[in-house]
């Protein structure tokens, strides 16, 4: 009967007869071309992008096998390329090989995270992944996690957690408090969370970019005075312009006393917590009700692998559970699409567990130091006496000549990030307290000595 409807010419789909040759042959010609592009990174630079480039969307009849190739090739061809030694610029680092091989498993697997009869397997990989990690940060047993699309979102997620569990749901007198050096991804949830800026406390930092917990206590009085019902504070593990950590302990035992959730925002710092590399100011992170963790970043587990793990999986269930009416419950699995805020979701969380597996914490701590030794390599030599340096335990460096204004540190950071690109380094100009930085992320694998001591060469004013 399959017959009388399908035209035998036309393969769209994955056989469940035969061996699937025309698929084999087009995967091995992907993984040629990808791996083309990987080797010829040193030639084209990390960020060849040419503005003629041309986006082509679907005709009346569908491409040919040579025409799309030519089209995957003009893509990558004018991409970011995470794999060039000089890409320094953000918290993308290149690939990790047996996270490449996750993401292609899990779109042919195609199952869905949503439910447990959709992805009866990769359910259970995702919930022990959680534990897994949960236990190696110091939570209990009750403890556990979701992943999603990103540190943003897991970050919303603990947030409407948090606030739910304060029982503040719409209550527009609820507030967070976060550093002022914390990720704009807290503006974008107050707002999704139908809050607005004054619902957003930004709690002053000090000299090396970590909140200033004399700030805090004063920002707790004055909430109290103004009758603001604080739902969480967040404390970064490592914040975006520089790398710094917030003084988790000391905000921890705040929270306790005052039964406030502690959200720890670990996007760029979390995963140290899983190894024994001595980070300064990382400790106590047990004492979260959650944290965002998000490898990603800086371990090379592709995009995206974000986890947030909260030491109670009922604060998840609680805020999320809708009861899936068109979905077959399980009393002893959780479907993971009813505990955050998303519904159906990728087998993303394979390539966070092969990335890990091929890794071994052996290899997590490999990677992660040799981030820290470029930027202490970098450190070492940028020279002090033309540089203001900011940066903190972790591998993020932002910088700017000494006694330039303000008002010339657009021009300057922009005329600089021209000229490296120009010699094949791209770093990011952030703008911070008022001024426009240059800032290195030292997550690059592929970047050596040689190439730092280069780069410095070039920043020499
Ligand atoms: C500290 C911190 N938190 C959260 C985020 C947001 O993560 P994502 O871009 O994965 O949503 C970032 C992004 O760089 C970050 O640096």
């Known amino acids: 009967m399959a017959e009388d409807l399908i035209n035998n010419k036309d393969i769209y789909f994955p056989s469940y007869l035969g061996t699937n040759d025309k698929l084999i042959s087009l995967l091995n010609r992907a993984s040629q071309t990808l791996c083309e592009w990987f080797s010829k990174a ?5 960020l060849p992008f040419d503005e003629s480039f041309k986006c082509i969307m679907p005709a009346e009849d569908g491409n040919s096998e040579e025409e799309l190739f030519c089209e995957i090739e003009s893509l990558l061809n004018n991409s970011f390329n995470p794999v060039h030694p000089g890409s320094l610029a953000h918290l ?7 996270s490449i091989l996750g993401d292609l498993i899990a779109a042919g697997l195609n199952n869905n995270l949503l439910a447990y009869e959709l992805s009866p397997s990769v359910t259970l990989l995702e919930e022990s992944l959680c534990k897994w990690f949960a236990k190696k940060i110091g939570f209990n047993d009750f403890s556990g996690g979701i992943a999603a699309s990103g540190g943003t979102l897991s970050n919303l997620n603990a947030l409407i957690a948090a606030r739910n569990n304060a029982g503040l749901g719409s209550n527009p007198n609820s507030v967070l408090l976060v550093s002022e050096d914390a990720h704009s991804s807290f503006i974008k949830c107050i707002r999704v969370m139908g809050l607005d800026s004054t619902n957003l406390v930004r709690i002053k930092t000090d000299n090396k970019g970590r909140m200033d917990i004399n700030y805090l206590k004063k920002s707790l ?3 109290s005075f103004e009758n603001k019902k604080i739902f969480a504070i967040v404390a970064t593990l490592g914040t975006t312009v520089r790398g710094a950590i917030d003084p988790i302990k000391e905000i921890s035992e705040i929270c306790k006393q ?6 720890i925002d670990g996007s760029i710092g979390g995963i140290f917590a899983i190894t024994s590399i001595p980070i300064e100011g990382l400790n106590n992170i047990n004492q979260a009700n959650s944290i965002t963790i998000n490898p990603q970043k800086i371990i090379g587990v592709t995009k995206t692998s974000s986890l947030l793990l909260v030491s109670n999986i009922s604060t998840l269930e609680n805020s999320f559970n809708t009861g899936l009416p068109y979905i077959s419950s399980n009393k ?19 390539k966070l567990w092969l990335g890990l597996r091929f890794l071994g914490l052996k290899g997590i701590e490999n990677v992660l130091k040799s981030s820290i030794k470029r930027k202490d390599f970098f450190i070492k030599n940028i020279s002090k006496n033309k540089f203001d340096i900011y940066s903190g335990p972790l591998h993020i460096v932002s910088f700017l000549p000494k006694k330039l204004e303000p008002k010339d540190s657009d021009a300057w950071t922009q005329t600089k990030v021209n000229e490296l690109i120009n010699n094949n380094f791209m770093l990011s100009r952030p703008k911070f307290k008022g001024k426009y930085f240059l800032r290195v992320v030292m997550g690059n694998y592929n970047t050596k000595e040689s190439h730092i001591k280069e780069l410095l060469r070039l920043l020499d004013p």
């Open 258 to 263: 005052r039964k406030i959730w502690l959200h």
């Open 42 to 46: 040193d030639k084209n630079g990390p």
């Open 332 to 350: 002893k699995i959780i479907n993971r699409g009813e505990i955050g805020i998303q519904g159906s979701r990728p087998a993303e969380v394979i």
């Open 92 to 98: 993308d680092p290149p690939p990790l090989i047996f």
């Open 221 to 223: 009085e004055k909430c």
